[in-house]
Structure formats: C-alpha cells, structure tokens
C-alpha cells in the first residue's frame, strides 16, 4: 500500500547560514516549514536543535521521517562536513536513505524559469575565484547540468559563460533570457559584469526549502544513497596556492571548458579517435576528483571518490583516459584467478557517443588478457537498453541474474543481468616468439 505521507528532512550550512528544512507529502500535496540561523561558528550546535523543534511543531518523532537530505556543496569546507555528518548519522541511526543535493542546483530552483531557460549559478569561493555552474530547466522543477560545479576566477566568468550560453542558446534555444544567479555577483561586481542580454535573479545561496524540494524530486528518480555513500562535493583541490601559482592558472579542479557550437564538427585532437590525442593511463590519487565528478553526472546511483579510493588501495585495475589533458573516462576492474570483473566504467556526458567507452572497455579486455584472465564477467541494469547493446556488439552474452542487485526509485530495488565475455588468448609478441 503507498505511502499516504512522506516525510523528509532537509538540512544546508554550505555558508554562513544553517538551515533545517521539514518537507511532508501528504496524498501528493507537499508542505515546507523551515528553520534558518545565521552564525558561521554555528552550525553544529544550533543545527539539530532546529531540526527537533521542527518535527516537535508537525507533532512528528525522529522516527517517523523516511529519508534525510543535505546541501552537498560545493561551499565552505567545514560547513558541508557538518550537514553531510549530521545527514549520515541520522540515516545510519534511523535506516533511512539520504539524498545529496547540489548547493547550486538548490539556488537555481529558486528562480523562476521556464523550460529551456539557463541559469548559471556564481558562488563566492573566496580569494578572487567562484564556484561556478549552469543549468538548463525542465518540466515540473527538474534541473538538467550544463556544466556541474567548477572553480574559476572571478573576472573569467563572464567571458565563459557569453561563449558557453552562446552554445547552449543553439543546441537549444530558450524562450527567456539566461538568468545569473549567486552571491559572487554581488561579491565581486567590478570584476563580474552580466554578459550581454542576461539578466539577474536575486537567489544568493542555497536554503533549506530548495535542499528538501530538489531532495525530493531527486527521491522520485530514485537517486536516494545509503548513508555510508553520502559524501560532500569538494571541487576545489588545494586551498593555499602561492602568486605563482595562481599566475599560472592554479586553483581549481575540474575546469570548465566551453562547449562546441552545435553542429560543429570536434576537431581532431578532441575526436577521440586521432591516435595520440587520447591516451589510457593508470588511475592515479590525482584523478580522484575528476573521476568521482563524471561518475555522479553519468549515473543515478553513483559510485563515491571514497569508493574509488578504496578500489585504488586495494589494489585493483583501475585506468583514466585522458584527451588533451582531461580525464573523460575511466573504468575499475577486479581479477581473480579463475575470472575477472569489470565493476565500474563511465564517459563524460559530453564526450559519449565518440568510441571513448569502447576503446576503455578494449583496452581493460587487452590487459586482463594478456594477464592471464580467462573471462571477463559485469553487471547491467535490464531497464539500461543502451549499454546492454553496448556489450553484446563487443561479445558480451548474459549468464545470469542477480535479483534485488541494484538500489531503484522509491526505496526499491531492480536486478541485474550478469554478462561474460571469453578473453582468448592473447597473440604473443615478439619478444615472446621463440
């Protein structure tokens, strides 16, 4: 039987301001009340506080809350690891699902847009540079990422984004003009101009209201994590650069790059197919980010940068293909002695449909082969009819099911068809003819 209520609990201290946000769905009607303090040194102390004086006034118990959500960042260090703590360990106490939501995405969902329209997010991340994403709007409040979270210098913002806008305008034109959203507009307006023909949204920073109605959206599609996967979005890589440094162009990780006009042709060192403009390397510590930043814009259920570590100390396959300097794809496997298993593989959104993903997955075949391994064994989701036609053009041939293997919408589960693929023996090289 559905659930006649829904409660949600909803909790942002990405900047100076802690938020406590209660979310009820009640026969498909949804209702906020919220809470907001200002105080930087804070948060810890006044956020659970709040949360309880919220459920006290619905007349609701800890217990009767189904999911718990937090701002995900990115924006202050200290202040993301308290909602993200705080997120993990009532969803480890009372067993419920958290969902993560973007502090950026939570300020576009203030501003009234219609379908189509972009609205690109600037939040102050001190010392001259900003958190910067854009977004492109759906039906119902959904959010489509044009480009996640990056770091940026304040004055390069308005450049980038004339000439990324000019793009996006003509993949697909929106009825409205692009929206400027975020508190770094305000922070650093000498240096941050609007680009011609944009506008200004007065959303400054993330609330909890918008945390919890994104978190529950996000519910809907089924993109709630167990606790232990909950992890803050940290997007810039080192806090104290030197005036060299920056000089150089340090700063930040990723780095947005402007998209290509549409229907204009890659060139070829961005092909994916001009020989050393893409290259296959080890998976390194230093690629931790960018990886963990492809796999959460890929996939509804996504693997963690402390899962990737984790894989990387225990030692398994692991490889990053980078395209002028960029990682683009990666893929983990595990080898055992009588089989080996491919656990995670994923192209960035923008450069798939290029061949990427079948040169990682070819050049993973190759290297297991010729370590010896006889098989190569994966899973996929039924409903994936994309990437189930991706495996069986490369040979793959489906052996089993696993049931209730992966999370789904909803708190459900959904199963997963187990693949193989025979690795014949590798042709010997040279130095191996007798």
Known sequence: MPLMTWNLLALETSSAYCGVALLREEDGACTVRSRVHEGVQEHAERLLPMADELLAEAGLAPADLHAVAFGQGPGAFTGLRVACGVAQGMGLALELPVLPVVSHQAVAAQVAAAPDDIVAVAMDARMGEVY?????????????????????????????????????????????????????????????????????????????????????????????????????????????????????????????????????????????????????????????????????????????????????????????????GRVCGFCVAMTAPDVAHLLVIGVARDRQGRGLGARLLGHCEDTLRRAGAPALLLEVRPSNDRALAFYRRRGYAQVGLRRGYYPAGRGGREDALVMRKVLAPAAPTLREMP
Not at 173 to 199: C, F, H, N, S, T
Not at 211 to 219: E, I, L
Not at 224 to 230: C, G, H
Not at 308 to 321: E, I, K, Q, R
């Open 132 to 324: 910067l994403a854009a977004y492109r709007a759906g039906r119902d409040g959904d959010w489509r990422a044009l480009q996640p979270p990056v770091l940026m210098p304040a004055p390069a913002v308005p450049g980038w984004l004339a000439q990324a806008a000019a793009a996006w305008q003509e993949a697909s034109p929106g009825k409205g003009a692009p929206v400027a959203a975020g508190d770094a507009w305000q922070a650093y307006a000498g240096e941050m101009p609007l680009p011609a023909g944009w506008r200004r949204h007065e959303a400054a920073r993330p609330d909890a209201e918008a945390v919890a109605r994104q978190a529950w959206r996000a519910w809907q599609r089924g993109q709630a994590v167990a606790p232990d996967a909950a992890a803050p979005l940290y997007v810039r890589d080192k806090v104290a650069y030197t005036t060299a440094e920056r000089l150089q162009g340090e700063g930040g990780n990723p780095r947005a790059a402007v998209p290509p006009a549409a229907g204009t042709p890659a060139p070829a060192a961005e092909a994916g197919r001009a020989g050393d403009a893409v290259r296959i390397e080890a998976m390194g510590e230093s690629d931790l980010d960018a990886v963990a930043d492809i796999e959460h814009s890929v996939q509804s259920f996504p693997w963690t940068r402390g899962n990737f570590a984790d894989a990387l100390a225990a030692g398994y396959s692991a490889w990053v293909l980078r395209q002028a």
